[in-house]
């Protein structure tokens, strides 16, 4: 049976990818298929938490159960969901694939093929999400014992630097948890499994052995049921 470890605990849980308009009918993507931030969503549901999922784009990620879904498109949006729903938050999950740029120009209609051949496409930087989230708990604008978990995507392995990467980014975003997924060679984008670390911020390293997207849902949530303020 699985724990009811997270009973009345508010999560909110951002998955898939950002979708960054060129015009009405074009954008910029990635593969994100939004299984693992459902997964936790699912998971967390179950074992008894209020949860609210921030959805991008997917690609049959199953329905979860007992879980308020909210879909946004792009990273602004996002942005403007979690930093308005962290408020009302214990934990807040950043799964989502947050695309770094966004096209400066958005046409208002669709972008024809020129005579002049293609014309440049200019970016913006997006802003870091996470990274912000971090900074308004700083800030006191959302609860100081919110519990903030990221993700990283590393190709390599452990010898190729991974862990490195993921402890320096865990210390750049400022989060209590991060989970560093291995990727590359098909491996966590798009498929069913998923293999990595969870770090923390008091330098505990739990290694996520190779497994479904729901078995990786629960180490995680085993993480976060230790470190959330139970009340
Ligand atoms: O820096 P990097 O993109 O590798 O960090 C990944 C983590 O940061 C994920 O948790 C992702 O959801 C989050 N992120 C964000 N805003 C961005 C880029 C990434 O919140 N613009």
Known sequence: ALPYDLAGQRILVSAGGTREPLDPVRYLGNHSSGKQGYALARAAAQRGAQVTLVAGATS????????DIVHIESARELEHEMSRRAREAD???????????????????KIKKGDDGPAPIRLDTNPDILAGLVR????????????IVGFAAETGDADGGVLDHGRAKL???GCDLLVVNAVGDGKAFGT???AGWILTVDGNETALPFGS??????????EVAVIVPHS
């Open 60 to 67: 049959d990620p199953g329905e979860p159960a007992a879980v």
């Open 213 to 222: 997207k729901t078995l990786m849902a629960s180490r995680i949530l085993d």
């Open 192 to 194: 069913e499994d998923n």
């Open 171 to 173: 210390r750049r975003k």
């Open 91 to 109: 934990v807040v999950i950043m799964a989502a694939a947050v695309a770094d740029f966004r096209p400066v120009d958005v046409a208002g209609s």
């Open 136 to 147: 308004a708990r700083g800030a006191g604008d959302i609860a100081r014992d919110t519990v």
